[in-house]
C-alpha cells in the first residue's frame, strides 16, 4: 500500500509538471506572437532620405517561396511608394521556377513604374534564367557580370515513365478514371501520341508569351539570333553582346554611378525567425490535434 501511495504522489507530480510545461510553452507562443505584431519586416533605417531601393530575388520562383509573386510584390509596392527611392533595383540571382508567378511579377514592375514613374534596374548576380529572365525584362536596364549565367527562354515539363519497368517486375497498373484524359501524365501509364501532341502545344503557346515578354522588355535592343529563345543560356558577356542585357555592373555600381546615390536600403520582405517559430509551432499543434482526433475515430479492422 505504500509504494502504491508513493506512485501515485510521483505520477500526481509528473502532471503538474507537465501541465505547466504547457503553460510556459504557451505563454512562450504568446510572446512571441505579440513581438512579432510589434516587429517591423522592412527597412529599419530612415527612408526619408535618397536613397537606391533594393527588392532581391533569390532561389526558385515559385508560391510560396521567398520569390513568390506574393512577397515581390509587396516588396515591390512598399520600395516604389517610399518618395526618398530615387529608384528601384532588382538583385537577381534565381535559376528560375513557375511562369505564373514570373508573369504576375512582371506586370507588377510596370505598373508600379507607371504610377510612380521610377526607374527600375535589374543586377544579375550568378543567374538570371528562364522565369528569373521573364521578371528581369521589365526593368529599363539590366547589369550583369561578366560570367553570369543568363537567357534559357524556354519552358519544359518533365517527368518519368515506369510502364517498361512494371512490365519486366510483372506490376500491373490499376488506374480508375472518369475522363478519357484524368490520368494524363500519370508515370505508371503509357503516354499516347495524342496526349503528348497537347502538352506540347501548351508547352509552345507558353513560350511564345515568354518570347513575347522579352522582345517587348528588350524592344530594338535584341539581337536576334537562330538560338536565342531556344532555352540555351549565356555568360554575361555574350548576353552583353546579344542585347540580352545592357552592361557590366553590380549593385553597388549602379547606385553609384546610375541612381547616383551609395545610400543602399533592402525592402525584401523576409521571414523572421519568429515567423518561423510559429509556423513550425503551430504545425506542431495541428499534427498534435490531428492524432488525437484519429485516435479518437471510430475505425474498421
Given at each position: 500500500?505504500?509504494?502504491?501511495?508513493?506512485?501515485?504522489?510521483?505520477?500526481?507530480?509528473?502532471?503538474?509538471?507537465?501541465?505547466?510545461?504547457?503553460?510556459?510553452?504557451?505563454?512562450?507562443?504568446?510572446?512571441?506572437?505579440?513581438?512579432?505584431?510589434?516587429?517591423?519586416?522592412?527597412?529599419?533605417?530612415?527612408?526619408?532620405?535618397?536613397?537606391?531601393?533594393?527588392?532581391?530575388?533569390?532561389?526558385?520562383?515559385?508560391?510560396?517561396?521567398?520569390?513568390?509573386?506574393?512577397?515581390?510584390?509587396?516588396?515591390?509596392?512598399?520600395?516604389?511608394?517610399?518618395?526618398?527611392?530615387?529608384?528601384?533595383?532588382?538583385?537577381?540571382?534565381?535559376?528560375?521556377?513557375?511562369?505564373?508567378?514570373?508573369?504576375?511579377?512582371?506586370?507588377?514592375?510596370?505598373?508600379?513604374?507607371?504610377?510612380?514613374?521610377?526607374?527600375?534596374?535589374?543586377?544579375?548576380?550568378?543567374?538570371?534564367?528562364?522565369?528569373?529572365?521573364?521578371?528581369?525584362?521589365?526593368?529599363?536596364?539590366?547589369?550583369?557580370?561578366?560570367?553570369?549565367?543568363?537567357?534559357?527562354?524556354?519552358?519544359?515539363?518533365?517527368?518519368?515513365?515506369?510502364?517498361?519497368?512494371?512490365?519486366?517486375?510483372?506490376?500491373?497498373?490499376?488506374?480508375?478514371?472518369?475522363?478519357?484524359?484524368?490520368?494524363?501524365?500519370?508515370?505508371?501509364?503509357?503516354?499516347?501520341?495524342?496526349?503528348?501532341?497537347?502538352?506540347?502545344?501548351?508547352?509552345?503557346?507558353?513560350?511564345?508569351?515568354?518570347?513575347?515578354?522579352?522582345?517587348?522588355?528588350?524592344?530594338?535592343?535584341?539581337?536576334?539570333?537562330?538560338?536565342?529563345?531556344?532555352?540555351?543560356?549565356?555568360?554575361?558577356?555574350?548576353?552583353?553582346?546579344?542585347?540580352?542585357?545592357?552592361?557590366?555592373?553590380?549593385?553597388?555600381?549602379?547606385?553609384?554611378?546610375?541612381?547616383?546615390?551609395?545610400?543602399?536600403?533592402?525592402?525584401?520582405?523576409?521571414?523572421?525567425?519568429?515567423?518561423?517559430?510559429?509556423?513550425?509551432f503551430g504545425a506542431a499543434l495541428g499534427e498534435g490535434a490531428m492524432k488525437a482526433a484519429l485516435r479518437s475515430a471510430p475505425a474498421i479492422r
Open positions: 500500500m505504500e509504494k502504491l501511495a508513493f506512485a501515485a504522489l510521483e505520477e500526481q507530480r509528473l502532471a503538474r509538471r507537465w501541465r505547466n510545461g504547457v503553460r510556459l510553452a504557451w505563454l512562450g507562443f504568446l510572446v512571441v506572437v505579440a513581438w512579432m505584431g510589434f516587429s517591423q519586416n522592412g527597412p529599419t533605417r530612415d527612408v526619408s532620405q535618397p536613397h537606391t531601393a533594393v527588392v532581391e530575388i533569390k532561389g526558385e520562383i515559385a508560391s510560396g517561396a521567398e520569390a513568390s509573386a506574393d512577397a515581390i510584390g509587396a516588396s515591390l509596392r512598399a520600395a516604389f511608394e517610399d518618395q526618398g527611392a530615387l529608384a528601384v533595383v532588382l538583385l537577381i540571382n534565381s535559376p528560375g521556377g513557375s511562369p505564373v508567378q514570373a508573369g504576375i511579377i512582371n506586370d507588377e514592375i510596370r505598373r508600379l513604374k507607371a504610377k510612380h514613374q521610377k526607374p527600375v534596374y535589374a543586377v544579375v548576380e550568378e543567374s538570371c534564367a528562364s522565369a528569373a529572365y521573364y521578371i528581369a525584362v521589365a526593368a529599363d536596364k539590366i547589369f550583369v557580370d561578366k560570367a553570369s549565367i543568363v537567357g534559357s527562354i524556354g519552358v519544359l515539363m518533365d517527368g518519368f515513365g515506369f510502364t517498361g519497368l512494371m512490365d519486366k517486375l510483372g506490376v500491373e497498373r490499376r488506374l480508375l478514371t472518369a475522363g478519357e484524359n484524368k490520368g494524363f501524365l500519370d508515370p505508371f501509364s503509357n503516354q499516347s501520341e495524342r496526349q503528348r501532341a497537347y502538352a506540347q502545344t501548351m508547352l509552345n503557346q507558353i513560350h511564345q508569351q515568354f518570347i513575347t515578354v522579352v522582345k517587348n522588355g528588350r524592344g530594338d535592343r535584341l539581337k536576334e539570333t537562330p538560338e536565342m529563345f531556344s532555352g540555351l543560356f549565356w555568360s554575361g558577356q555574350q548576353a552583353v553582346s546579344l542585347g540580352l542585357a545592357d552592361q557590366f555592373g553590380s549593385l553597388e555600381f549602379v547606385a553609384r554611378e546610375v541612381v547616383k546615390t551609395e545610400d543602399i536600403i533592402d525592402y525584401t520582405r523576409r521571414e523572421n525567425v519568429a515567423e518561423r517559430l510559429v509556423k513550425r
